[in-house]
């Protein structure tokens, strides 16, 4: 738009303020010369002849533009000398003023332009005949009369220019005024060229009236010379224009500054008073219209030409110009005609075969001037270059885009969010914290595997736009990568940090309706702050995403980081090489829990649980360890380990008349192995173990999953003879009605259930239905964690039969296992080949 500050613009009507001016000047000189001089008027044959050469001199031989004015250089100085020297000083003025008038009425100029340029060539004759009337009188061809005729001639050229450059000053400010002084030092040099010339001249035909005929000769070349360099000029500006367009237009479309560069330079490459550039929506961009004005040194967001013209040349991906002598579509000209715009040429910007969009120019500067055919060749070919530096701006910005935002979901992705927080940090704000939030959404998996991966998609997008419309204005959201989201803000403090959290949370958990099918979708929520948990954002996004995992322990909860996630982290992460040679060196040891009868106490088996001894750390978790071993590669050497120890143990108590079943837990991870049912096949024959005496235990959310992917795996176990068991039955989401799809024996009710029956009438209600509901499906029920005589009783009330808990023994190796023992079963029941009964111990 146009800048601040501008002089307001004047009509060129206001020309009469300069115009009034010189047509007094003219006639007060008129006046002065005529009183003081001898004979004003006579030698009128002479001077219809020198009216003629003045009028074909007065045709411009070179125009130069300056703002909205046309200057043109002619050869009118010669015959001037000629009329000087020959015609008495009034005529001269009187052919001089009636040769403008004639000359610019020809080119249909307005009224107001043709009485000022009439009004300056008779105020500059006028003074220049009242100088020459001051002077001594004109007495031969010599040096003396040089002088005379040259100072006479200056005050018409002196005259002339001062006159211009006012009216510019007037109706557009100083800056085009002085512009006009400035574009007027070649004319400057022309002039004085041309009085040089005609004075050679004059001295030819004082000489012999025959030169005429050479002169004649002379000036033809002189003309044609004239018009060769005009076209030369024109031709070098506009390869020059062209050139520095070029370079502009590639310098500028690297740094989004393309518009800007272009209109100006079209628009002063064309002489035309607009330049407008329209690219229509696409994709991500909106639609631009911008022009470049002859008087406005910013851009227009409008045009002064109808829509109409541009959507004809992208519809006929052709050029479509009108004005005289160019016109190729006369349909528009009433309407450019009400919006007095004489002359466009709209061409189309090219992306391949594609219209991209429009470059048009308007109203060539000039009253007499229009476009040509070579103008429209010019814009063709700066639309050429145009229509391919936009495109690959365009390539630019979206490369750009794309390599900041997620494609998915539009959102910024990590690297973008990582920037912001960079430059966050970098910023005190006394009582404020950068606030980082990671939301990991929780089930996407099953979403994909059972919907396949565009509801998977779905669900991102519509998380995404939750996110996006719940989060304060100051928030960036981003997407982080796989199903985790990102925000980032200022906030009061780690606890206001906490509540959005929660709040956001809250809205993403709404129900999601994709079709005909609605979708609960959860999430973990991670939070981070600066400075009290890192001081970078590489510090920041490590530390959220350790908080956003704890969060997963706890479905749907928020986490803020503490310390302690990280020791265990990094904890976790030294392990990985030590446990490796633990592997390698038998390093890890197999304790063993009983299972019991809850009625009578009698031993129905053992529960291998692995356990690890670190030289440095000491006794390592097994959550800890397995987390390893699950996120290194080695959770099917750590389930063989298990597997071995426990049933070269089952065999061994068989060979000792104590057959004793044993139970192994397994991975998730374990049923997607296809080759695990043969690789248990394997040890089972190894060590001679009946399949039954194998139990497999999966956690909930591994078996029940929300997919059929582990069934298939567990048929086959199931058809080798292995019993399953559902461990930590509770916790999940799924219900015992799941269970009658899945081929299993056995339930196990998770220990915080149980442990909380004597004090949680809840609790106790979920163990009864559990234990009732098995039942019912011909399913053995293990209740986990008895370590209380008042537990004992609640389940043998409830008709719970197997247990495992501190009650009975922790896990032990097998060395204090057999001590175990011993100590506890009666020696009766071994003689009789019964399950060692265990005694009651007071």
């Not at 002088?147 to 220019?161: H, R």
């Not at 330079?265 to 229509?280: G, I, K, N, S």
Request: proline share 5%; charged share 20%; aromatic share 6%.
């Amino acid at each position: 738009m146009s800048g601040h500050g501008q002089p307001r613009r004047r009509s060129s009507e206001d020309a009469w303020i300069i115009t009034a001016p010189l047509a007094l000047v003219a006639v007060a000189c008129a006046t002065v010369a005529g009183l003081v001089g001898d004979k004003l008027f006579g030698n009128w044959p002479q001077a219809a002849l020198l009216l003629v050469l003045m009028i074909a001199a007065g045709t411009p031989l070179l125009s130069l533009v300056v703002r909205r004015q046309t200057i043109g250089v002619t050869l009118t100085e010669l015959p001037l000398v000629l009329a000087f020297f020959f015609l008495p000083p009034l005529t001269v003025a009187v052919i001089y003023t009636l040769t403008s008038l004639i000359t610019h009425t020809r080119q249909r100029l307005s009224a107001h332009k043709v009485w000022f340029n009439v009004a300056r060539a008779a105020a500059g004759t006028s003074l220049g005949a009242l100088v020459l009337q001051a002077l001594p009188p004109i007495d031969g061809v010599g040096p003396r009369t040089w002088g005379s005729i040259f100072a006479a001639v200056s005050m018409v050229i002196l005259v002339s220019i001062t006159s211009v450059a006012a009216v510019h000053t007037l109706l557009y400010g100083w800056q085009t005024g002085r512009g006009a002084l400035r574009t007027a030092k070649p004319a400057v040099l022309t002039a004085a060229i041309n009085v040089a010339v005609g004075l050679i001249v004059l001295i030819l035909i004082r000489n012999t009236w025959w030169s005429l005929l050479l002169l004649a000769v002379l000036g033809a070349g002189v003309v044609l010379v004239y018009s060769s360099y005009a076209q030369f000029f024109r031709q070098h500006r506009t390869l020059s224009d062209l050139y520095d367009l070029t370079r502009a237009v590639v310098a500028s479309g690297q740094n989004g500054t393309l518009p800007d560069a272009l209109l100006g330079r079209v628009r002063a490459l064309m002489q035309a008073e607009y330049a407008t550039l329209w690219l229509p929506a696409q994709g991500r961009h909106p639609e631009t219209l911008l022009t470049a004005r002859v008087d406005d040194p910013g851009l227009l967001d409008q045009a002064h030409t109808p829509s109409a013209i541009r959507d004809r040349v992208r519809e006929t991906r052709r050029t479509v110009a009108i004005g005289r002598g160019v016109t190729t579509d006369g349909e528009f000209r009433t309407d450019l005609n009400e919006r007095r715009i004489k002359d466009a040429v709209v061409v189309p910007l090219r992306s391949g075969e594609v219209v991209i969009g429009t470059l048009e120019v308007a109203n060539r500067i000039g009253d007499g001037n229009n476009f040509t055919s070579a103008d429209i060749a010019v814009l063709e070919t700066v639309a050429a270059h145009a229509g391919v530096a936009l495109e690959n701006s365009r390539l630019v910005d979206q490369l750009r885009y794309d390599a900041y935002h997620d494609a998915l979901t539009k959102l910024p992705n990590r690297r973008r969010i990582t920037g912001a927080l960079d430059e966050s940090v970098k910023i005190r704000a006394p009582g404020e914290v950068v606030a980082l939030l990671l939301f990991d959404v929780d089930g996407l998996r099953q979403v994909n595997e059972s919907l396949g991966h565009a509801a998977g998609d779905k669900v991102l997008a519509e998380v995404a736009n939750r996110l996006r419309a719940s989060a304060p204005s100051s928030a960036l959201v981003g997407r982080a990568g796989g199903d985790e989201f990102l925000v980032t803000l200022r906030l009061e403090s780690a606890e206001a940090a906490l509540e959005l959290a929660a709040q956001l949370r809250d809205q993403i958990r709404d129900e999601m309706v994709f079709d005909a099918l609605t979708l609960d979708v959860d999430t973990a929520v991670g939070v981070a702050v600066h400075p009290d948990h890192g001081s970078d954002a590489a510090a920041l996004l490590l530390r959220v995403d350790l908080a956003a995992t704890a969060a997963k322990s706890v479905p749907g909860s928020v986490q803020l980081f503490n310390p302690a996630l990280e020791s265990r982290s990094l904890r976790r992460l030294g392990l990985a090489g030590d446990l490796r040679r633990a592997l390698d060196q038998d390093e890890l040891e197999v304790y063993f829990q009983p299972k019991v009868t809850l009625r009578d106490r009698r031993l129905v088996g053992v529960e291998c649980l692995a356990r690890w001894e670190h030289p440095a750390h000491g006794t390592v978790a097994p959550e800890d360890f397995v987390a390893v071993a699950e996120h290194t590669g080695q959770l099917s050497r750590l389930t063989e380990v298990v597997l071995r120890e426990g049933l070269r143990r089952s065999r061994d108590w068989a060979l000792a008349d104590q057959p004793l079943p044993i139970a192994v837990n397994l991975s998730a991870r374990t049923l997607i192995d296809q080759h695990f049912p043969d690789r248990v096949q394997e040890l089972l024959t190894e060590y001679k173990v009946p399949a039954q005496r194998l139990t497999l235990e999966i956690t909930e959310s591994g078996v029940l999953d929300g997919t059929d992917r582990p069934i298939p795996t567990l048929q086959r176990l199931r058809d080798l003879g292995v019993r399953l068991s559902v461990d930590d039955f509770g916790t999940g989401d799924s219900s015992l009605a799941h269970l009658r799809r899945l081929p299993v024996h056995e339930v196990k009710v998770d220990r915080s259930f149980v442990q909380g029956m004597a004090t949680d009438p809840g609790d106790l209600a979920i163990v009864n239905a559990v234990v009732t509901l098995s039942q019912q499906f011909g399913l053995a029920v293990v209740a986990e964690g008895v370590e209380s005589e008042l537990t004992l009783e609640l389940l043998q009330d409830i008709g719970c039969e197997i247990g495992q808990g501190f009650l009975f023994s922790r896990p032990l190796p097998y060395e204090r296992l057999a001590a175990w023992f011993g100590a506890q079963v009666e020696p009766e029941t071994i003689s009789n080949g019964e399950l060692p009964r265990l005694r009651v111990v007071p």
